[in-house]
Antibody
Framework: QVQLVESGGGVVQPGGSLRLSCAASGFTFSTSGMHWVRQAPGKGLEGVAFIRHDGSDKCYANSVKGRFTISRDNSKNTLFLQMNSLRAEDTAVYYC?????WGKGTTVTVS | QSVLTQPPSASETPGQRVTISCSGSSSNIGRNAVNWYQQLPGTAPKLLIYVNNQRPSGVPDRFSGSKSGTSASLAISGLQSEDEADYYC???????????FGGGTKLTVL
């Protein structure tokens, strides 16, 4: 079945880095634009980054621009989010998503 | 502060109908499709409505969506207790080049 599985979350100190991964299965990953969306504790959803199906275009929320980098490996059906210079306000559950399918999320805590 | 504006809460009794609004602008809802998501406590969002008014397979026809100009709405008829959840509208924003979400509406079934 169609599935997205995130990994790589954890606890990191302010200023630190983390790399999130998202393994996709059950659909043609290489033809799908992909998003990272986050949800801070008790808050709403925030679109963080988007990458076109072939990686030719990437877009970022102003809150993460210059610190986060989205990338993908279509040969391995995997989406990535490199997060640098992490701040307390980056604490959230991070979801990998395409419009119709979301992963269960991975938790990032900056403290 | 979200670019898409939703009421923070809504409530209605079982069996009744409730409507949740989502107000945007010409750079998001005015130009792009609106999707609606349902999020139950402790779970990931689930797609309810896509491209303004289309239901994925498996979503009951009690859920319906509409869009007019720079606003959209989600209607839920025949409310059931299991409909208690947070509901989010979403649309791509051409100016900010990011997937925008409304602030979410917490639905309570009284």
């Amino acid at each position: 079945q169609v599935q997205l599985v995130e990994s790589g979350g954890g606890v990191v100190q302010p200023g630190g880095s983390l790399r999130l991964s998202c393994a996709a299965s059950g659909f043609t990953f290489s033809t799908s634009g992909m998003h990272w969306v986050r949800q801070a504790p008790g808050k709403g959803l925030e679109g963080v980054a988007f990458i076109r199906h072939d990686g030719s275009d990437k877009c970022y929320a102003n809150s993460v621009k210059g610190r986060f980098t989205i990338s993908r490996d279509n040969s391995k059906n995997t989406l990535f989010l490199q997060m640098n210079s992490l701040r307390a306000e980056d604490t959230a559950v991070y979801y990998c998503a395409k419009v119709d399918v979301w992963g269960k999320g991975t938790t990032v805590t900056v403290s | 502060q979200s670019v898409l504006t939703q009421p923070p809460s809504a409530s209605e009794t079982p069996g009744q109908r409730v409507t949740i609004s989502c107000s945007g602008s010409s750079s998001n809802i005015g130009r792009n499709a609106v999707n609606w998501y349902q999020q139950l406590p402790g779970t990931a969002p689930k797609l309810l409505i896509y491209v303004n008014n289309q239901r994925p397979s498996g979503v009951p026809d009690r859920f319906s969506g509409s869009k007019s100009g720079t606003s959209a709405s989600l209607a839920i008829s025949g409310l059931q207790s299991e409909d208690e959840a947070d509901y989010y509208c979403a649309a791509w924003d051409d100016s900010l080049s990011v997937w925008m979400f409304g602030g979410g509406t917490k639905l309570t079934v009284l």
